[in-house]
């Protein structure tokens, strides 16, 4: 049975954390991020290898290799609390690189189900990232993190878009869909459209909590997501692009573990399309 230290610090002396069951050195730096529980064999399964290594509380975690890079992904569950608590304890056991693999609803027409979409940045409509930081603290993706996922995209041929996300931690009235007997408050009704027109690209319910806890902490961040919903259209498909985020999410682990080691061995920290050439020169 383990025991934990305390009330305020709820992990035994070998730093196994309370909620993902996991401690130092059980995952590499790289981790990928569903929601869905079921989703992580799903991703495990298109790695060199991969095995689940816990599964506590809806958290569940495999660890593998994806062209011979170590990488891990967890479940978070929905919604930006448990994602929150996922993202804490994965930082206590040495994990600093997160990128959202989820489904997300377009707010443009354009984007088509089964399209990716790469976030920028996101919206804050979530309760756990105020509790953290102002609301006027920006909910950004890292650069580097961005620009592998949009390499990874343009490698593998799928059809993406990038630009800002919104994140709510309610799928239906937060989202402008009515509520039990037609329930919707002023502020929620006709969201989708507002944020339309503000060029947001798509809703979901994560990354603005990934987002905000990753740079407060000087992690790093990204998301993918699968258009399975057009609020524009009103189509929905719950299966539609879910492959090609898994794909364009594994390949970006891969190419950022080589932009880190160049970056390593050049002794440059920062990212930059200089850095870039001047390596591959020597």
Same mark, same amino acid.
């Given at each position: 049975?383990?025991?934990?230290?305390?009330?305020?610090?709820?992990?035994?002396?070998?730093?196994?954390?309370?909620?993902?069951?996991?401690?130092?050195?059980?995952? #590499?730096?790289? *981790?990928? !991020?569903?929601?869905? #529980?079921?989703? *992580?064999? !799903?991703?495990?399964?298109?790695?060199?290898?991969?095995?689940?290594?816990?599964?506590h509380r809806g958290y569940v975690c495999y660890v593998g290799k994806y062209r011979g890079v170590g990488l891990a992904a967890m479940s978070t569950g929905i919604g930006g609390p448990s994602t929150a608590i996922a993202v804490e304890e994965l930082l206590r056991v040495g994990a600093d690189t997160f990128i959202r693999v989820g489904t997300t609803g377009a707010l443009q027409e354009y984007v088509r189900l089964g399209d990716v979409v790469i976030s920028t940045a996101a919206v804050r409509f979530d309760g756990v990232s105020r509790i953290y930081v102002d609301p006027e603290y920006p909910a950004v993706a890292s650069y580097d993190v961005l620009l592998a996922l949009i390499e990874a995209a343009e490698i593998l041929g799928v059809r993406y878009h990038v630009g800002i996300t919104a994140s709510s931690d309610s799928f239906y009235v937060g989202q402008g869909r009515p509520g039990f007997k037609g329930y919707l408050p002023d502020r929620w009704r006709g969201i989708e459209v507002k944020l339309k027109e503000l060029n947001v690209l798509n809703f979901e319910m994560e990354a603005s909590t990934i987002f905000t806890l990753a740079n407060i902490y000087g992690a790093r961040a990204g998301a993918v997501c699968a258009a399975i919903a057009n609020r524009v259209t009103n189509?929905?498909?719950?299966?539609?692009?879910?492959?090609?985020?898994?794909?364009?999410?594994?390949?970006?682990?891969?190419?950022?573990?080589?932009?880190?080691?160049?970056l390593r061995s050049s002794g440059k920290r920062y990212l930059s399309f200089s850095v870039l050439r001047s390596v591959l020169r020597r």
């Open positions: 049975m383990s025991v934990f230290k305390s009330a305020l610090t709820p992990e035994t002396a070998e730093g196994l954390q309370y909620h993902i069951h996991l401690k130092p050195g059980d995952v #590499p730096r790289y *981790v990928l !991020l569903p929601g869905d #529980p079921g989703r *992580v064999p !799903l991703i495990a399964s298109y790695w060199d290898e991969g095995r689940k290594i816990s599964e189509e929905f498909d719950p299966h539609a692009g879910i492959t090609e985020a898994i794909k364009v999410a594994n390949e970006a682990v891969r190419i950022l573990y080589e932009w880190d080691e160049l």
